[in-house]
């Protein structure tokens, strides 16, 4: 069965610090790969998505991820955290196009001044 | 606002009653999903729609719970007498075809 697994739960940070978020996958066939990001009391924002072609993805607010085949890796990364980066991050894996997304535990991003 | 929204928000009751969430998705998406969400833990899935067609549903949906989406367009989620381990966020989310989805803000349930 495919499985995402966030390998650290809790990541406490200083704000410009560079951060990465980790995040392997297990799925004997192809992917999709995605980083969510959820501010408290709202819902679930895609932050970027891996489907084919470039292993590195951009995404939003500065975040970046690498897709690792050999390595079933997608982490993600920011060079220089900002206060408002302080949320829970949410990594997801779907098989293909038609099946629905399966979520990692999260992890708990906390930027300190 | 055009995204998907989530009502009520926030449920309190007694276990044993029934209760029923009602997601209205981005009015041009065809996929409709659930998911609950409970502390520490990711969302899981409960199950999805393609148009009023419902096209998979997780183990976790026991017969207690139920989801419609009678005309393609909402949907409703019941669950019926309702366990403490029923509470969760429940979360809907809604997309074109294999595309992006796009979650709203969830509905909390409390069981007491």
């Known amino acids: 069965a495919q499985s995402v697994t966030q390998l650290d739960s809790q990541v406490p940070v200083f704000e410009e610090a560079p951060v990465e978020l980790r995040c392997n996958y297990s799925s004997s066939v192809s992917v999709y790969l995605f980083w969510y990001v959820q501010y408290p009391n709202q819902g679930l924002q895609l932050l970027l998505k891996?489907?084919?072609?470039?292993?590195l993805v951009k995404g939003i607010n500065g975040f970046e991820a690498e897709f690792n085949k050999s390595q079933t890796s997608f982490h993600l990364r920011k060079p220089s955290v900002h206060i408002s980066d302080t949320a829970e991050y949410f990594c997801?894996?779907?098989?293909?196009?038609?099946?629905?997304?399966?979520f990692g535990k999260g992890t708990k991003l906390s930027v300190k001044p | 606002d055009t995204g998907v929204s989530q009502n009520p928000r926030h449920k309190i009751t007694k276990r044993g009653q029934n209760v029923t969430f009602r997601c209205d998705p981005i009015s041009e998406h065809n996929r409709l999903y659930w998911y609950r969400q409970t502390l520490g833990q990711g969302p899981e899935f409960l199950t999805y729609f393609q148009n009023e067609a419902q096209l998979e549903k997780s183990r976790l949906l026991s017969d207690r719970f139920s989801a419609e989406r009678p005309k393609g367009s909402f949907s409703t989620l019941e669950i019926q007498r309702t366990e403490q381990g029923d509470s969760a966020m429940y979360l809907c989310?809604?997309?074109?075809?294999?595309?992006?989805?796009?979650f709203g803000e969830g509905s909390r349930l409390t069981v007491l």
């Open positions: 989310a809604s997309s074109l075809a294999d595309g992006e989805l796009f």
């Open positions: 997801a894996a779907r098989r293909g196009s038609q099946g629905n997304l399966i």
């Open positions: 891996y489907l084919s072609g470039s292993t």
